[in-house]
């Protein structure tokens, strides 16, 4: 009986290890609505447009590299956005971007985005 508690106390340890260390679209739809909305006034769904991005492989490809094709393209677009984008870089948070934005490309827009 106390082997099964450990293994199940075990289970659920390493599942709540794993789930933080994986990036989280809530997370990224904060930091974009911090960092690059209220600054640039541009909606997520609108920075896709404006990225010009048809496939989420396409998305994909502008967050190699740590984000700098990203940044590089908004600075043409949208200044503001960018040196949002850059602020999410720096807090480590950019994986969460990518899957927020990923999410919007895939059609979970959350209210207010559209």
């Not at 997370?27 to 541009?42: E, I």
């Amino acid at each position: 009986m106390k082997l099964a508690k450990l293994l199940v106390g075990a289970a659920v340890v390493a599942g709540l290890s794993v789930s933080v260390a994986m990036a989280d679209y809530n997370v990224g739809f904060k930091y974009y609505n911090k960092y690059v909305k209220r600054k640039s006034h541009l909606k997520s769904t609108q920075l896709i447009k404006e990225l010009g991005v048809q496939t989420i492989d396409e998305l994909k490809a502008l967050f190699k590299d740590n984000g700098k094709p990203l940044v590089e393209k908004l600075k043409q677009i949208n200044p503001k956005a960018a040196k949002g984008v850059e602020k999410i870089i720096k807090k480590g948070k950019l994986k969460d971007l990518e899957d927020f934005l990923v999410g919007i490309m895939e059609g979970k827009i959350p209210a207010g985005c559209s």
